[in-house]
């Protein structure tokens, strides 16, 4: 579902922002608020809020060894 936020609203990303509700079997339920990254290393990619890091390692594959190695 798109986002009704009333930042959303403010930014004019209603049609960017989307949340996405999961419910894993025997675990609880849950929401993901998904965007077009807007600057950094991300830029232009969707992005799980939250989940920044991962979503980095899945387009470069050298953040993950470095985290590894850190």
């Given at each position: 579902?798109?986002?009704?936020t009333e930042l959303a609203h403010r930014l004019g990303?209603?049609?960017?922002?989307?949340?996405?509700?999961?419910?894993?079997?025997?675990?609880p339920e849950g929401q993901a608020t998904i965007v077009t990254e807007q600057r950094g290393p991300l830029r232009g990619l969707r992005v799980v809020r939250g989940r920044e890091r991962e979503c980095r390692e899945l387009t470069e594959p050298t953040a993950a060894v470095e985290r590894l190695a850190g």
């Open positions: 579902m798109f986002s009704n990303r209603t049609d960017d922002w989307v949340v996405v509700y999961y419910h894993e079997p025997h675990g």
